[in-house]
């Protein structure tokens, strides 16, 4: 089985820098994923991590450490259009199949 | 656009009574997944196909079933609703079936948002 964990909400300010942690326990593992989720919508691919480093992409970055079971999602720059939920996901070695954390709902004030 | 299609966007019936859910998924994706995310629970991962075929299957309700089709759409069947069954249901799709990698992300469809009165 697979448990994630992350916090539920978070707050920032407008051109400022967030970071969102994700720890999981898996059995095998085989890629971590972060989705965005604006309410009542579909979740959009953010990132793909397999590999321990940092994978940057624009003004969003995604970290990975395999050892620590531990991911972070780092946003810079921050747009009010980032207020969002960011979901991590952890697939297992074997499967295609995703399990979701619960998300980190985003509040991005001015 | 995803270019993962689901109908209809809004489904309103009552308990004791069936809906079916239908997603066309993106072009030369062969996976088929549904999932239900309600508030308390987070997104939930129902099933999988793949290319015709059940590939996983996770916390689906013995009242609920899903196919896919030879054209690779795929249908979720919800049987005797209940009122808890309230959700949104999202549909997305991959390449591949079991295989890892970047070439295998899933991308989700709009959903269809289900209220059991």
């Known amino acids: 089985g697979q448990n994630i964990d992350q916090p539920t909400e978070m707050t920032a300010t407008e051109g400022a820098i967030v970071q969102i942690n994700c720890t999981y326990q898996?059995?095998?593992?085989?890629?971590l994923f972060w989705y965005q989720q604006h309410a009542g919508e579909a979740p959009t691919f953010l990132s793909y991590n397999v590999l321990d480093g940092l994978e940057e992409k624009g003004r969003f970055s995604s970290f990975l450490s395999r050892s620590k079971g531990y991911s972070y999602l780092l946003l810079k720059e921050l747009q009010m259009k980032d207020s969002a939920s960011y979901l991590c996901a952890v697939r297992d070695r074997g499967y295609s199949t995703l399990t979701f954390g619960k998300g980190t709902m985003l509040l991005v004030s001015p | 656009d995803s270019g993962v299609t689901q109908t209809p966007k809004h489904l309103i019936t009552a308990t004791g009574q069936r809906v079916t859910l239908r997603c066309s998924p993106r072009s030369g994706d062969l996976s088929v997944y549904w999932y239900q995310q309600s508030l308390d629970q987070g997104l939930q991962f129902l099933i999988q196909?793949?290319?015709?075929?059940?590939?996983a299957k996770g916390n689906i309700l013995e009242r609920f079933s899903a196919q896919q089709f030879p054209d690779l759409h795929s249908e979720l069947n919800l049987s005797s609703l209940e009122l808890g069954d309230s959700a949104l249901y999202f549909c997305?799709?991959?390449?591949?079936?079991?295989?890892?990698?970047?070439?295998?992300?899933?991308?989700f469809g709009a959903g269809t948002r289900l209220s059991v009165l």
């Open positions: 997305a799709s991959s390449v591949g079936g079991t295989s890892g990698g970047r070439g295998n992300i899933q991308y």
């Open positions: 898996t059995s095998g593992f085989n890629g």
């Open positions: 196909y793949y290319n015709g075929e059940e590939r």
